[in-house]
C-alpha cells in the first residue's frame, strides 16, 4: 500500500466510526459538467430570491480556489431517515430531516474531529471542512465520490440506502485514493416528477427550486405566500419530503442511530389546532435546537396560515 492508499484507509474507518455513513473521495478539479448546467439554473431563474447561491460562482465549481493547494475532496454522508411520523393525520407536516437537533451542528462536531484525527495521524494536513451552506456542490462530489447517483428528483441516492441523508465534506492538500461515480439506476421511472405538487422538477433532473415547497416554506421570507401555490402545498409547512417518499429506492432507508436527531418529546404529537395556536414560547422550546429556527416564529406562521387558504 502507498501513502495515499493508506491515508484513505484510516480516513474512510475513522469517518465510519464518527457516524459517517458513507465515505467517498474524488480528485479537487474543476466541475466542467456541473459549470454549465450551475449556469443554465441560474439563467432560468431557478434560485428565484436565493441570492446567496449567485455569488462566489467560480469558487462553487473549484475546490482550489476554497482551499490552498487543494488535491481532495472527502465526501460523507450522514443518515436522518426515521420511521417515527406526525400522529395527527391533519397537523402540518414537517420535513424528517428537521424533526432533531440542527445538523449544520451535528455534522459541524463530526467534521472538526474528523479533521483533527487526520492532523494527528496523518501530520501536517491544510484544509477546510464544509457542510451545506458553503459555496460548495455538495451532490456533484458526492457523485463522483461514488456514494449514489443524482435521481431525476435532483437528489443524491445510494443504491442501498436510498437518499434520506445530508452531505458534506473535507476539501484537503493531501493526496487520498480517489473513488469513481457508480451508474444512473432511475431508469424509466418518473415518481417523483408525477408526485410532485407544485411541478417543480421541471425536467427530469432538473429542480427549479423557486417553486419547490422547500424554498416557498424554508427559503422565501416574504410576508406573504405567492398565491399561485395556494391548494398545492399538501399540507407542508417546513421543507417537503414527497419526491424521496415515492422514490423506490428509499424502501432501502433504514432508521439513524444518531441520538441528537431524536425529536423533541412533544414535537410528533402536536396536532393541528396546537399548530395553529402555537405561542412564541413554545416555538422557542420546542426548536431552540432546531433547523426550523430559520423561518423564525413569524415565518412558520405564515406557513402555517397559507395552508388553510
Ligand atoms: C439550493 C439548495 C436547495 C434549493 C434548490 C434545490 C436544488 N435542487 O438545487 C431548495 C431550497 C429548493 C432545496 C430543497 C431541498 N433540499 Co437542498 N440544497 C440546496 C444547496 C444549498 C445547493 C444545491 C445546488 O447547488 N443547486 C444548484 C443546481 C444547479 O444544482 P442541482 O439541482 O444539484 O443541479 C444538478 C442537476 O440539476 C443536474 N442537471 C442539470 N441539468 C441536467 C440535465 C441532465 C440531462 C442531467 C443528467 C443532469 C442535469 O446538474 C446540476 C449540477 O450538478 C445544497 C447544499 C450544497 N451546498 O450543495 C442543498 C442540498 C442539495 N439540499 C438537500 C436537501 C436534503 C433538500 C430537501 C430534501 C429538503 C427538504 N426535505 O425540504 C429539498 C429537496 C428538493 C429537491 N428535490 O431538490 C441536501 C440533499 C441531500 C441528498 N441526498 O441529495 C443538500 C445537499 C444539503 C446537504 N448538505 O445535505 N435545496
Ligand atoms: S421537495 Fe416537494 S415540492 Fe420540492 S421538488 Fe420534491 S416533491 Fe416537489
Ligand atoms: S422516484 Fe424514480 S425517477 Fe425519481 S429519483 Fe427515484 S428512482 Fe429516480
Not at 493531501?174 to 418518473?190: Q, S
Not at 399561485?228 to 407542508?236: A, C, E, P, Q, V
Not at 441520538?259 to 389546532?273: M, Y
Not at 413554545?282 to 426550523?292: D, K, W
Request: with cysteine; proline share 4%.
Amino acid at each position: 500500500m502507498n501513502f495515499a492508499q493508506q491515508h484513505t484507509a484510516l480516513i474512510k474507518k475513522k469517518a465510519l466510526e464518527l457516524g459517517f455513513f458513507f465515505c467517498g473521495i474524488s480528485k479537487a478539479d474543476f466541475l466542467e459538467q456541473e459549470a454549465k448546467q450551475l449556469e443554465n439554473w441560474l439563467k432560468m431563474n431557478h434560485h428565484g430570491k436565493m441570492g446567496y447561491m449567485e455569488n462566489h460562482f467560480d469558487k462553487r465549481l473549484d475546490p482550489r480556489l476554497l482551499v490552498d493547494d487543494a488535491k481532495s475532496v472527502v465526501s460523507l454522508l450522514l443518515n436522518y431517515y426515521t420511521e417515527e411520523q406526525q400522529t395527527d393525520p391533519e397537523a402540518p407536516k414537517l420535513s424528517k430531516y428537521a424533526y432533531g437537533k440542527d445538523y449544520h451542528y451535528v455534522i459541524k462536531d463530526k467534521l472538526k474531529a474528523l479533521f483533527q484525527f487526520i492532523q494527528e495521524e496523518i501530520g501536517e494536513v491544510g484544509g477546510r471542512v464544509f457542510v451545506d451552506s458553503a459555496p460548495v456542490m455538495d451532490k456533484a462530489w458526492a457523485k463522483k465520490s461514488g456514494l449514489g447517483w443524482v435521481g431525476k428528483n435532483s437528489n443524491l441516492i445510494h443504491p442501498k440506502h436510498g437518499s434520506f441523508f445530508f452531505i458534506a465534506e473535507l476539501i484537503l492538500d493531501l493526496e487520498l485514493e480517489a473513488d469513481g461515480p457508480i451508474k444512473d439506476y432511475c431508469g424509466t421511472c418518473t415518481k417523483c416528477i408525477d408526485s410532485c405538487p407544485t411541478g417543480a422538477i421541471v425536467e427530469p433532473y432538473v429542480v427549479d427550486g423557486s417553486k419547490c415547497i422547500s424554498y416557498l416554506t424554508i427559503e422565501l421570507k416574504d410576508a406573504i405566500m405567492p398565491q399561485i401555490f395556494s391548494g398545492k402545498m399538501d399540507n407542508w409547512m417546513f421543507g417537503c419530503d414527497i419526491c424521496q417518499d415515492v422514490c423506490p429506492w428509499n424502501r432501502f432507508s433504514k432508521p439513524n442511530t444518531e441520538s441528537q436527531f431524536t425529536p423533541h418529546e412533544q414535537l410528533l404529537n402536536l396536532s393541528k389546532s396546537d399548530w395553529e395556536d402555537m405561542t412564541e414560547e413554545l416555538f422557542s422550546e420546542l426548536f431552540r435546537h432546531s433547523a426550523v429556527k430559520r423561518t423564525k416564529f413569524d415565518g412558520l406562521k405564515r406557513n402555517i396560515r397559507f395552508l388553510s387558504h
